[in-house]
Each structure stands twice: as C-alpha cells, then as structure tokens.
C-alpha cells in the first residue's frame, strides 16, 4: 500500500526581528523621521513610518518624494537625509528593551529553540546591545542584519538566510515580527508568522499582511508562547 506523505510541523528555530520585537525602538525611530522630513515641508504622520518600518532607506525617502513632489529623491540627498535621521534618533535617547521580549527569549531557549535575529536595521547603537540584554541569544552566525542583505523586507530575502543559518527548513521555523513589511516577508518564507502588535498599527493591518497569529504586546505573546509551541510540534501538515 502506498504510504502517504505526511510532514508534521515543528519548533526548531525563531527567526526574530529587533525593532518593535526585541526594542521599544519604534517610537524613537518613527519620530526621527517624521523630524527629518517634515521640516522639508512634505506632508507626513508619525504613523505612516510604523507603517513603512522595514522599508529601505531609498524606497522610504522616495515614497514620501513621489508623493509630494512627482520624483524621487537625488542619492546624495536621500543619505544626507538618512545621516539626519540618524542623528535625530541618537538624540532622542536610550532605547529600553521591549517589556516581555525576555520571557519570550527565556522560553523559547528552554525548548532548545534556536534563537536568530533577523533585522533590516545596521544601526549599531542596538546590535553591540544584544548581548548584554539577551545574553547568548543571539551569538554570531545567527544574525542576519542589514548589511547581509540586498533586497530586505517586504523580500522573503532576510528570512530565508534566517532559515539556512539555522539549517531548518520553513515548516520548522517561525518568524516573530511587528511591522506589516516584515510580517509579509516572513509570509513569503513559507514560515509560520506570528505578528506582535507593540505599536499604534490596527491588527487588522497585520492579519492584511498574511499574520497567522496576532498578539498585542509581546507579555501578551509571552504568556501563551509555551501553548503556541506545543501547538506547532504536534501538527501535521
Ligand atoms: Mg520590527
């Protein structure tokens, strides 16, 4: 008789975004750049840069550029632009790391679940912190920043290196993430994708983005991510 072909779904790695996720950096990131463009006179809302968080630089300041003025934004103008926003979110001050994040990390290394960082971000200031804050959660190779990447979210890109740095295949990994762009890169993976919803963003555009589950803070993921897991390691595909 013909055997079938059953595959059950499993918890092995978790392929985890740093803004919003591990950092309560959004704000700060948000203000930077609404600081950096609004004083150019283009119309635009703090919002709209949670909404564009993940995004390159390039096609953030050209979506704002096409917007109000027709064209994108000269290369030399888009860095002094981008060296701004820089500038402006240092100046904001020190960035606390995500209440809940660390109950998350805690549970998921006491499932022998391996702990990778997937970030668009190579903004220093955070990443030379993951290790004090998360202590060997995420030691090297298992970070994928954006200076390891060429396309970055909405591209399945950041989270299929995520999967082969972790040896894993798609249905044996999930993804955790909180911005739209990332939870439709994380879609296009093929990975289960938890979205946690630690910003002004309605969940509805986060389930719009192909979400399998939403949380609204990551205490509230923490006190069900033991559940979600046992859920994955017994289902069959
Ligand atoms: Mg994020």
Known sequence: ????????????????????????????????????????????SREEFFMLEGSTRTRTINLLFNRAYGHDAAEELSLQLYAEKVRQFRALGEVLPMQGAGRVIDVLLLHNVRT???????????????????PGAFNEPFRITGEDVTHGKPSPEPYLMGLKRAKVSAHEAIVIENAPLGVEAGVAAGVFTVAVNT????????????ADIVFDSMTHFAEHITELIDIINTTTL
């Not at 779904?9 to 609004?38: F, N, Q």
């Not at 990778?116 to 998360?134: H, N």
């Open 1 to 44: 008789m013909k055997r079938l072909s059953v595959s059950t779904m499993c918890c092995k790695a978790a392929l985890i975004d740093m803004d919003g996720v591990l950092y309560d950096s959004m704000p700060h990131h948000a203000e930077a750049w609404y600081r950096t463009i609004a004083p150019l006179g283009i119309e635009c």
């Open 116 to 134: 990778i960082l997937v970030t668009g971000s190579s903004q220093g200031t955070l990443l030379e912190r993951l290790d004090d804050d998360y």
């Open 199 to 210: 910003g002004p963003i309605p969940p509805q555009a986060l389930y719009e983005s192909g």
